[in-house]
């Protein structure tokens, strides 16, 4: 069983940056597929960024637009999101979440954080 815990979040006024943190504990991070979604009010839970368990590879949603970068710390057993660039659209509960697979939707993961809250103001 993985456990995932999200920190990170905060109120930011838009073009500001935040780095998000997903501290990972009963599996590695580099044998898991790792990814951040996100879930605004009134939306679906959408993907935002993952780094594949067999090659380490990042992918991103196109929303993101260089704005963000994905990175694993195998040492810390942890995965980051960095953002930058933030707009008010990019307000949402983020989410870590983990699978022993590879995939982008949401139901292909097995495991997922509680969220954090991020809040970008214009």
């Known amino acids: 069983q993985v456990q995932l815990v999200e920190s990170g979040g905060g109120l930011v006024q838009a073009g500001g940056s935040l780095s998000l943190s997903c501290a990972a504990s009963?599996?590695?991070?580099?044998?898991?597929?790792m990814a951040w979604f996100r879930q605004a009010p009134g939306k679906e839970r959408e993907f935002v960024a993952n780094v594949l368990r067999n090659n380490g590879r990042a992918y991103y949603a196109d929303f993101v637009q260089g704005r963000f970068t994905i990175s694993r710390d195998n040492a810390k057993n942890t995965v980051w999101l960095q953002m930058t660039n933030l707009k008010p659209e990019d307000t949402a509960v983020y989410y870590c979440?983990?699978?022993?697979?590879?995939?982008?939707?949401?139901?292909?993961?097995?495991?997922w954080g509680p969220g954090t809250q991020v809040t970008i103001y214009s």
């Open positions: 979440a983990a699978t022993g697979f590879l995939g982008r939707a949401p139901d292909a993961f097995d495991f």
């Open positions: 009963g599996d590695t991070v580099s044998d898991l597929t």
